[in-house]
């Protein structure tokens, strides 16, 4: 089983990232054959973007992915633009791609309707590039959260329609959503989910804020007029609270409401601050560890994509073949 997923390097990954993600990855490692996880510097240069601040970044979410747990022995950790497959893939991919298809992608849209300054062709073609980064690995497994479905499922769709053109060459991977926290919530406006650039300061909890900041974010959380810690479609503050409690206890939503029941919310917040605070702090403990050591990052990330590549230059051999580009 070969696991792929790609995360953004914005060094402030926040909950939603980590619960709907890279948990996934810590935990796809025993499994992976390998388990490959990229940085994806190519997707971060579609909106406005510092380039000195592009590389920090990239070795804040390598630290950040260290300090979750991610073992370079046992997975393949590496930056995408050290890979220059990915790119060439990506045009390929065009080939098989609709127009119409990258239309209808919600991130697309919501995304470029927010972009004051240049919505970038890249921004429209995010899609086909995170198709190439799955597909170059030959893929059978994407770990992400519910925001990435629709991208994974285009995805399928580009590798399927390659196959009838081209002849069997890829592989059409599943999507692997998390049963419980695959869409954490913005805790100042529940109904959207936590976004790296949507979300407020308030709303979103960072994995590297500390307990003072946590528990402030969280006691100010926006919640209904009720008093019930109950999962329901008109308390998507408290069902936020609740999902996120589950997660962090590993149980279900219920075991949770039953544990609360007859609680008051101030009680209730306290508690998930406490929770959420306990749950992070060893993840922000050794990133302060990890980070300062930028040499030891850049070579784990520089044997990662010297293992990826191996990988994905066997894949776009096949692929050129397939398609009459290039010598043979
Ligand atoms: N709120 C969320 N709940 C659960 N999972 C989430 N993910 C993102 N937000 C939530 C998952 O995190 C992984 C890495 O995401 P990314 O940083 O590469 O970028 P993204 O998916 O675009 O989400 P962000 O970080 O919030 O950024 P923006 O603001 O750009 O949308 C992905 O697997 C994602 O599903």
């Known amino acids: 089983m070969r696991i792929f997923s790609g995360i953004q390097p914005t060094g402030r990954k926040h909950l939603g990232n980590y619960i709907g993600a890279i948990r996934q990855y810590v935990e796809g490692q025993d499994r992976g054959d390998p388990a490959i996880y990229c940085i994806v510097d190519l997707h971060a ?5 510092q380039p000195s ?3 920090r970044a990239v070795l804040d979410t390598t630290a950040m992915l260290l ?7 046992r997975c393949v950790l590496f930056r995408q633009g050290d890979v220059h497959e990915h790119t060439e893939l990506c045009w390929l991919l065009t080939a098989v791609t609709a127009h119409g298809e990258l239309n209808r992608m919600t991130q697309f849209k919501e995304k470029s309707a927010r972009q004051r300054e240049l919505v970038s062709a890249g921004l429209f073609l995010y899609p086909v590039l995170q198709a190439a980064d799955v597909l170059a690995y030959r893929a059978h497994e994407v770990p992400v959260g519910e925001d990435q479905r629709q991208h994974v499922e285009l995805m399928r769709e580009i590798a399927i329609r390659f196959n009838n053109r081209f002849g069997e060459t890829l592989v059409v991977p ?12 913005d805790l100042q406006a529940p109904t959207d989910k936590m976004s790296t650039t949507a979300s407020t300061e308030q ?5 590297l804020d500390d307990e003072k900041a946590i528990t402030k974010k969280i006691k100010s959380a926006v919640t209904d007029s009720g008093s019930e810690v109950r999962v329901a479609a008109d308390k998507p503050g408290i069902s936020n609270l609740v999902e996120v409690m589950a997660v962090i206890r590993g149980v279900d939503n219920p075991t949770i409401e039953r544990e609360f029941d007859g609680q008051q919310y101030g ?3 306290q508690a998930v601050a406490e929770a959420v605070a306990d749950f992070l702090r060893p993840v922000r403990e050794r990133y302060e560890e990890l980070r300062p050591d930028e040499a030891g990052l850049q070579q784990t990330l520089a044997e990662g994509a010297e293992r990826a590549q191996a990988l994905a ?3 776009l051999r096949d692929v050129r073949h397939a398609m009459g580009v290039g010598g043979e």
Do not use: N
């Not at 240069?45 to 973007?49: A, D, E, G, L």
């Not at 300090?67 to 022995?73: E, I, K």
């Not at 709303?203 to 994995?207: E, F, I, K, S």
């Open 45 to 49: 240069i579609t909106v406005p973007y």
């Open 174 to 185: 599943e999507v692997r959503v998390p049963e419980v926290g695959a869409r954490i919530m």
């Open 267 to 269: 009680a209730f917040k």
């Open 313 to 315: 230059s066997a894949t």
């Open 67 to 73: 300090a979750a747990g991610l073992d370079p022995d």
């Open 203 to 207: 709303g979103t909890l960072y994995v």
């Open 53 to 55: 601040e592009l590389r």
